[in-house]
Protein backbone atom coordinates (compact mmCIF):
# COMPACT_ATOMS: atom_id res chain seq x y z
CA UNK A 1 0.00 0.00 0.00
CA UNK A 2 2.92 2.51 0.89
CA UNK A 3 4.50 2.07 -3.07
CA UNK A 4 0.79 2.84 -4.36
CA UNK A 5 1.05 5.75 -1.99
CA UNK A 6 4.41 7.08 -2.95
CA UNK A 7 3.55 6.84 -7.25
CA UNK A 8 0.09 8.75 -6.31
CA UNK A 9 2.00 11.19 -4.36
CA UNK A 10 4.58 11.20 -7.27
CA UNK A 11 1.71 11.25 -10.22
CA UNK A 12 -1.12 13.61 -8.08
CA UNK A 13 1.21 15.45 -5.99
CA UNK A 14 0.03 15.61 -1.98
CA UNK A 15 -3.18 17.46 -3.05
CA UNK A 16 -4.27 14.58 -5.65
CA UNK A 17 -4.27 12.36 -1.95
CA UNK A 18 -7.58 12.95 -1.06
CA UNK A 19 -11.08 10.95 -0.32
CA UNK A 20 -10.66 8.71 -2.81
CA UNK A 21 -6.83 7.26 -1.70
CA UNK A 22 -6.69 3.53 0.00
CA UNK A 23 -6.01 4.97 3.28
CA UNK A 24 -7.64 5.62 6.28
CA UNK A 25 -7.51 9.14 7.69
CA UNK A 26 -7.79 9.62 11.80
CA UNK A 27 -11.86 9.82 12.93
CA UNK A 28 -13.25 13.18 12.15
CA UNK A 29 -11.07 13.76 9.34
CA UNK A 30 -12.41 16.79 7.03
CA UNK A 31 -13.24 15.25 3.65
CA UNK A 32 -11.42 15.23 0.35
CA UNK A 33 -8.86 17.93 -0.41
CA UNK A 34 -9.55 19.20 2.95
CA UNK A 35 -7.62 16.82 4.94
CA UNK A 36 -4.37 17.32 3.13
CA UNK A 37 -4.37 21.04 2.60
CA UNK A 38 -5.45 21.65 6.92
CA UNK A 39 -2.88 18.60 7.94
CA UNK A 40 0.26 19.86 8.88
CA UNK A 41 1.78 16.28 9.98
CA UNK A 42 2.88 18.14 13.02
CA UNK A 43 2.59 14.82 14.80
CA UNK A 44 -0.04 16.14 17.75
CA UNK A 45 -2.89 13.11 16.98
CA UNK A 46 0.01 10.72 17.28
CA UNK A 47 1.36 11.45 20.27
CA UNK A 48 -2.43 11.87 22.09
CA UNK A 49 -4.06 8.84 20.70
CA UNK A 50 -3.68 6.80 24.19
CA UNK A 51 -4.34 3.73 21.01
CA UNK A 52 -1.30 3.92 19.34
CA UNK A 53 -2.72 3.43 16.01
CA UNK A 54 -1.98 6.91 14.41
CA UNK A 55 1.04 7.47 12.20
CA UNK A 56 2.46 10.48 9.80
CA UNK A 57 2.65 8.72 6.47
CA UNK A 58 5.30 9.41 3.75
CA UNK A 59 3.42 12.75 2.41
CA UNK A 60 3.35 14.04 6.13
CA UNK A 61 -0.28 12.94 6.76
CA UNK A 62 -2.05 11.49 9.79
CA UNK A 63 -2.84 7.81 9.25
CA UNK A 64 -4.49 5.11 10.67
CA UNK A 65 -2.97 1.83 11.54
CA UNK A 66 -5.21 -1.28 12.21
CA UNK A 67 -2.46 -3.13 12.97
CA UNK A 68 -1.37 -1.57 16.29
CA UNK A 69 -4.84 -1.76 17.71
CA UNK A 70 -8.64 -0.35 17.13
CA UNK A 71 -10.26 3.16 17.59
CA UNK A 72 -11.96 3.32 21.03
CA UNK A 73 -13.34 7.27 19.32
CA UNK A 74 -12.20 8.67 22.28
CA UNK A 75 -12.09 11.85 20.31
CA UNK A 76 -8.35 12.58 21.96
CA UNK A 77 -6.92 13.04 18.52
CA UNK A 78 -9.56 15.75 17.51
CA UNK A 79 -9.03 17.64 20.89
CA UNK A 80 -5.04 18.38 20.26
CA UNK A 81 -5.36 19.03 16.68
CA UNK A 82 -4.99 22.94 16.12
CA UNK A 83 -5.11 23.22 12.67
CA UNK A 84 -8.64 22.07 11.60
CA UNK A 85 -8.03 18.77 9.91
CA UNK A 86 -9.96 16.68 12.50
CA UNK A 87 -13.68 18.52 13.19
CA UNK A 88 -16.60 16.61 14.55
CA UNK A 89 -19.43 17.85 12.76
CA UNK A 90 -21.40 14.46 13.32
CA UNK A 91 -20.61 12.57 16.32
CA UNK A 92 -22.17 9.66 15.07
CA UNK A 93 -20.17 9.47 11.73
CA UNK A 94 -16.49 9.72 12.65
CA UNK A 95 -15.75 8.32 9.06
CA UNK A 96 -17.57 6.43 6.79
CA UNK A 97 -15.18 2.61 5.98
CA UNK A 98 -16.26 -0.08 4.16
CA UNK A 99 -15.48 -3.99 5.78
CA UNK A 100 -15.03 -6.77 3.56
CA UNK A 101 -13.57 -10.19 4.48
CA UNK A 102 -11.88 -11.92 1.85
CA UNK A 103 -11.71 -15.89 0.96
CA UNK A 104 -8.34 -15.98 3.04
CA UNK A 105 -10.08 -16.22 5.99
CA UNK A 106 -9.77 -19.36 7.75
CA UNK A 107 -13.39 -19.99 8.72
CA UNK A 108 -14.70 -19.36 4.92
CA UNK A 109 -12.01 -22.57 4.68
CA UNK A 110 -13.64 -24.80 7.04
CA UNK A 111 -11.23 -24.26 9.58
CA UNK A 112 -12.00 -23.43 12.84
CA UNK A 113 -11.44 -19.63 13.83
CA UNK A 114 -13.15 -17.41 15.28
CA UNK A 115 -11.15 -14.41 16.46
CA UNK A 116 -12.19 -11.56 15.08
CA UNK A 117 -15.85 -12.53 16.49
CA UNK A 118 -14.21 -12.13 20.02
CA UNK A 119 -12.90 -8.39 19.32
CA UNK A 120 -16.21 -6.85 17.38
CA UNK A 121 -18.59 -5.48 20.09
CA UNK A 122 -20.85 -4.08 17.34
CA UNK A 123 -21.58 -7.53 16.72
CA UNK A 124 -21.37 -6.77 13.04
CA UNK A 125 -19.32 -10.06 12.96
CA UNK A 126 -21.22 -13.04 13.58
CA UNK A 127 -21.02 -17.17 13.44
CA UNK A 128 -23.60 -19.23 13.02
CA UNK A 129 -23.48 -23.10 13.74
CA UNK A 130 -23.29 -25.41 10.70
CA UNK A 131 -24.06 -29.02 10.57
CA UNK A 132 -21.24 -31.16 9.99
CA UNK A 133 -18.79 -28.31 9.82
CA UNK A 134 -17.25 -25.38 11.23
CA UNK A 135 -19.37 -22.35 12.45
CA UNK A 136 -20.23 -19.79 9.24
CA UNK A 137 -19.37 -16.55 9.68
CA UNK A 138 -21.73 -13.61 8.42
CA UNK A 139 -20.78 -9.91 8.59
CA UNK A 140 -23.54 -7.56 8.74
CA UNK A 141 -21.72 -4.39 7.33
CA UNK A 142 -24.67 -1.98 8.54
CA UNK A 143 -23.48 -2.78 12.31
CA UNK A 144 -19.67 -2.27 11.78
CA UNK A 145 -18.42 1.07 13.20
CA UNK A 146 -14.89 0.99 11.19
CA UNK A 147 -13.56 0.53 15.07
CA UNK A 148 -10.59 -1.79 13.27
CA UNK A 149 -10.74 -4.24 16.62
CA UNK A 150 -10.84 -7.02 13.99
CA UNK A 151 -7.87 -6.01 12.01
CA UNK A 152 -5.04 -7.12 14.57
CA UNK A 153 -6.83 -10.53 15.52
CA UNK A 154 -7.28 -12.04 12.18
CA UNK A 155 -4.24 -14.60 11.58
CA UNK A 156 -4.89 -14.93 7.92
CA UNK A 157 -4.99 -11.03 7.56
CA UNK A 158 -8.71 -11.39 5.63
CA UNK A 159 -10.01 -8.42 6.78
CA UNK A 160 -9.87 -5.18 4.53
CA UNK A 161 -11.03 -1.73 5.87
CA UNK A 162 -10.98 0.81 3.44
CA UNK A 163 -12.34 4.41 2.92
CA UNK A 164 -15.88 4.15 1.33
CA UNK A 165 -14.77 6.16 -1.25
CA UNK A 166 -11.89 4.63 -2.48
CA UNK A 167 -13.07 2.05 -5.90
CA UNK A 168 -10.01 -0.41 -6.66
CA UNK A 169 -8.34 0.96 -10.09
CA UNK A 170 -10.55 4.21 -10.59
CA UNK A 171 -7.49 6.29 -9.67
S1 LIG B 1 -10.45 8.74 18.45
FE1 LIG B 1 -9.03 8.15 20.15
S2 LIG B 1 -8.45 5.99 19.67
FE2 LIG B 1 -9.36 6.87 17.79
S3 LIG B 1 -7.60 7.63 16.58
FE3 LIG B 1 -8.39 9.36 17.81
S4 LIG B 1 -7.16 9.35 19.69
FE4 LIG B 1 -6.87 7.33 18.71
S1 LIG C 1 -10.23 -13.87 12.44
FE1 LIG C 1 -9.82 -13.80 10.23
S2 LIG C 1 -9.51 -15.96 9.63
FE2 LIG C 1 -10.50 -15.95 11.65
S3 LIG C 1 -12.71 -16.10 11.19
FE3 LIG C 1 -12.25 -13.90 11.41
S4 LIG C 1 -11.81 -13.19 9.30
FE4 LIG C 1 -11.69 -15.45 9.29
S1 LIG D 1 -14.22 -2.90 12.28
FE1 LIG D 1 -16.38 -3.48 12.14
S2 LIG D 1 -16.36 -5.71 11.97
FE2 LIG D 1 -14.34 -5.10 12.75
S3 LIG D 1 -14.52 -5.20 14.99
FE3 LIG D 1 -15.02 -3.08 14.41
S4 LIG D 1 -17.25 -3.07 14.18
FE4 LIG D 1 -16.60 -5.23 14.16
Given at each position: MKDVVSRRTLL??????????DVIRPPWSVSGDAFAKK?????ECVRACPEGILTIDKTNLAEVDFSKGECTFCRDCVVV??????????????WSLHISIEGKCLAMKG????ACDDQCEPRAIFFRPTPGSVASLHLDKDL???????IASCPADAITLMPASYKEGAN
Open positions: FGRSGLTGRECTGCGCADGALVVLDPQTPIECRCTGCGAC
